[in-house]
């Protein structure tokens, strides 16, 4: 509620070992006494918060919180905050309970009960506004994230509620952390299996969504009586699912066309001989390119024969000049000796 309630215990010389309650019906009941003693004897300090008014305004809603409205919960380890420049300011907390309700965001922060492991009171309740949230910062920075995925109430005896969210919900939960995780520098703690249902859910709508694509362009052929050999693109429909589809855009298509040529054969099938001529087609093409490919080797060896031969040629010529040359010179010698 915003009572700095070590402040009371100190300036009043109470017990240490109040509880927060206790100090509160202390305050109600000696009011003046407190003012006295935290405002006007010795140093004076105040036993509110700074943000008082936000934690009165979150007081109320926070103490029941509806299962849905929680975005996540943060387990507060204090060691990971010693080199924060705080750390010696932080509360003795041990959980954060996150919600949203009609876009308004409200903290709860738990601490373990002395001697009692399972349990947990209640410390203090805050309203996130732009002033309260950088004041929280310190606390949520590189902390545990979680999402709850379900929450009983119970008595000693037995089960009264259960709550559960669906794959639809944990899927957005999941999203949230994320965001919450790049504000935050958060670490994200989820099970894998969440992790694999916001993959098989974004699956599923991307699916959806292409179904959506389709239907919209099956509409717009009928509509416009189309009748087109192209097909509609499917990246992530199911391939069984694609072939019923392809079926039926073919069973439109022969009733589309039998209304331009009553006489004519389905146009499924004259669809399905145009493909087979396009692949014969396409097939041609490949041989012939290979042919192209492999006279292009033939005529480049060739030329580097041809290359060979007029260099042997040349060569050739060469030695024949040489030999005549020699031939002048020893006829010239013979000559001389006469």
């Known amino acids: 509620m915003g009572i700095k309630t070590d402040i009371i215990k100190e300036k009043c010389f109470l017990k240490k070992d109040m509880s927060s309650y206790e100090v509160l019906k202390y305050l109600v009941k000696n009011s003046y006494t407190v003012y006295n003693k935290c405002f ?126 669906t794959y639809l919900q944990r899927a957005e939960k999941v999203q949230k952390l994320r965001d919450y995780q790049r504000k935050f520098n958060a670490s994200i703690c989820v099970e894998d299996d969440a992790i694999a249902t916001y993959k098989t859910f974004e699956t599923i709508t991307n699916q959806m969504r292409e179904y959506q694509e389709f239907a919209r362009w099956l509409t717009d052929k009928i509509h416009n009586n189309i009748v087109s050999t192209e097909m509609f693109e499917f990246s992530t429909i199911r391939k069984f699912d694609q072939d019923l589809l392809m079926k039926l855009t073919n069973e439109i298509d022969d009733i589309l066309y039998s209304g331009f040529q009553r006489d004519a054969q389905p146009y499924s099938i004259l669809k399905e001989e145009n493909q087979e001529l396009s692949s014969q087609n396409q097939n041609l093409q490949q041989e012939n390119a290979k042919l192209r490919e492999e006279l292009a080797v033939q005529k480049r060896a060739l030329e580097e024969q041809r290359q060979i031969n007029r260099t042997l040629e040349e060569s050739n010529n060469q030695s024949e000049l040489k030999l005549s040359r020699i031939a002048t010179i020893l006829q010239e010698k013979n000559v001389n000796s006469f």
């Open 40 to 165: 006007l004897e010795g140093n004076p300090v105040s036993p509110f918060s700074d943000f008082i008014q936000e934690k009165l305004s979150a007081f109320c809603k926070n103490l029941f919180p509806n299962f849905s409205e929680i975005e996540a919960i943060i387990e507060f380890d204090k060691e990971k905050t010693f080199l924060n420049e705080y750390s010696n300011e932080f509360m003795d907390v041990n959980y954060f309970i996150l919600r949203k309700r009609e876009n308004t965001m409200f903290l709860l922060g738990l601490r373990q009960k002395e001697n009692r492991k399972n349990e947990y009171e209640p410390i203090t309740s805050l309203e996130i506004t732009k002033e309260t949230e950088e004041f929280l910062k310190k606390y949520f920075w590189k902390q545990n994230w979680y999402y709850v995925g379900c929450l009983e109430v119970k008595d000693s005896y037995t089960s009264l509620e259960k709550y559960r969210l």
